[in-house]
Nanobody, 115 residues
């Protein structure tokens, strides 16, 4: 099993920045990809950014140029740097880890962007 704990969410003004962290523990070997998803009230959960074990990244069009996903293997942690935040970025952000056909989810961290 893999345990994921998110942190770094909060309230920020439009145009500001936040950095989300996702610390992985447990059976972390053989994780092939990790990503960040978000879910706003009344909306489907959507992929924001992903990073593979080889370091390749993928971003939703809505966050390209503003968000950056990265890894710190020494700390078993993945980050999401969010710059130029907009009110429409308001959502609960969830960390996800893929291990073969199995996926794991964190509990989520709230991000609220005010005008």
């Amino acid at each position: 099993q893999v345990q994921l704990v998110e942190s770094g969410g909060g309230l920020v003004q439009a145009g500001g920045s936040l950095r989300l962290s996702c610390a992985a523990s447990g059976s972390i070997f053989s994780i092939n990809a990790m990503g960040w998803y978000r879910q706003a009230p009344g909306k489907q959960r959507e992929l924001v950014a992903a990073i593979t074990s080889g370091g390749s990244t993928n971003y939703a069009d809505s966050v390209k140029g503003r968000f950056t996903i990265s890894r710190d293997n020494a700390k078993n942690t993945v980050y999401l740097q969010m710059n130029s935040l907009k009110p429409e970025d308001t959502a609960v952000y969830y960390c996800n880890a893929g291990k073969g056909l199995i996926g794991y989810w964190g509990q989520g961290t709230q991000v609220t962007v005010s005008s």
